[in-house]
């Protein structure tokens, strides 16, 4: 679950739903961890021998340990708080890439030109994990890309189906509250002869 702090930064209007959120595979944080804990294993291994040598043995183990910790600790916290959340309104990527570094992109439907996938490589396969990309009818804005998806296929299903049940078209929504506005304040005989009825 998202923590409260990603969660106040999402600004989601009143009435938006939260219809899928989708995190990175672990398999795709497996390397990170794995150097981490081969540091700090490699200390602990190494504890007598680096003690015994001293105050430079001492500061070698301290060194490798903490390291290791930080390795794991910003793997923990990237794999937490990279995720890609679908509304029923617009997608939202938030991309941790760092202790605090972190991108918001918020993309609504209409915007979105074409959405394609990508499964490559044979343990990727096994795994069913796949790549997803999201082109924008607004050239000068970049692709989103999603690695290491498990299930991408229903995250992309769920975008098309998101996209096709997009009420959010402002331009129609502004347009039928004035009009609607308007034939209120003029009332429906005036009103239909203003547009022609």
Sequence with gaps: MLNKKLISDLSLVEGEKIKLMVWRSGWAFVWPYFWG???????FFFL???FKTGLLGI???SLLTILGLI??????IISHNTVFIITD?????IYQSGFGQREITNVFYNTIQEIHTRKSGLFKSLLGLGEIYISFTDRSRSKIKLTDIG???????QILA?????SGGTDDQEAEIILNKIKN???TEKFNQLVGE
């Design 185 to 187: 304040k003029l009332g």
């Design 89 to 93: 309104r617009r997608l939202i990527d």
């Design 48 to 50: 007598y021998p680096l």
């Design 71 to 76: 390795i794991i600790i910003r793997t923990a």
């Design 162 to 166: 998101e996209q096709r049940n997009y």
């Design 59 to 61: 500061a070698a183990f």
């Design 151 to 157: 299930r991408y296929q229903q995250v992309v299903k």
């Design 37 to 43: 804990m081969i540091l700090v294993a490699v200390a």
